[in-house]
């Protein structure tokens, strides 16, 4: 499990035969082989580690659901522990889907970016409710359908690789895993919800 706050941005070394390798600093301290690192919100285990370096393996499926296979700076996340602090909120390291960066808007120092995602996920993004995108926990600020908003402050954008971010650039989302046990919930009986999960639903069910 991760918080979705970035420790660091690292760059991919080298991808080679489903390996990966990935130049940092930070997320070696106390890392040793076997642990869990997430790159750009992906969990990925520990194979091998250098003096600046890690590796890990990248499966098909990871590579299919998510853009490591083109990224070149990613956001980088030690798994929590029990002592952590949780200043984001809980990330599996799962990626649901990738999303597509449709532009920003800046105010003063601050940013709101806007993305895309399938329609078939918009019923787990909720205004005022967390989403994960390249492994960064964020707030959702508006959702229309299967847009969504995020209002970025300084620190965020200046310390991870949203500021890369071009148009129609592809990036990881990771919904919020408490939206998903809710969906799985009112969805008993494979009954399926018409329309989106908001805060209205969610308060007649009990979950505010």
Not at 29 to 52: E, M, P, R
Not at 83 to 94: A, D, Y
Not at 169 to 178: Q, R
Request: charged share 20%; proline share 1%; hydrophobic share 40%.
């Amino acid at each position: 499990m991760f918080t979705g706050i970035v420790e660091e941005t690292g760059f991919i070394k080298r991808f080679t035969d489903n390996t990966i390798e990935v130049e940092c600093r930070t997320v070696l301290d106390g890392t040793k082989t076997g642990d869990s690192i997430a790159v750009n919100g992906c969990c990925q285990t520990v194979a091998a580690i250098s003096t600046n370096s890690f590796t890990a393996n990248v499966s098909p499926e990871t590579l299919r659901v998510t853009n490591l296979g083109a990224a070149h700076r990613v956001n980088l996340e030690r798994a929590l522990t029990l002592s952590t602090r949780l200043g984001g909120h809980l990330v599996t390291g799962h990626i649901d889907c990738t999303g597509v960066f449709t532009g920003k808007t800046k105010t003063g120092d601050f940013y709101e970016l806007n993305f895309e995602v399938p329609q078939e996920f918009s019923k787990l993004i909720v205004y005022k409710g967390s989403i994960t995108v390249n492994g960064i926990s964020l707030t959702v600020a508006a959702a229309d359908r299967n847009i969504f908003t995020a209002a970025i402050i300084p620190h965020t954008y200046e310390n991870t690789n949203l500021k890369d971010l071009k148009t129609n650039g592809i990036v990881n989302i990771e919904t919020d895993l408490i939206g998903k046990y809710v969906e799985k919930f009112l969805c008993a009986d494979n009954n399926k919800i018409n329309g989106s999960i908001d805060l209205r639903l969610l308060a007649e069910n009990g979950f505010l």
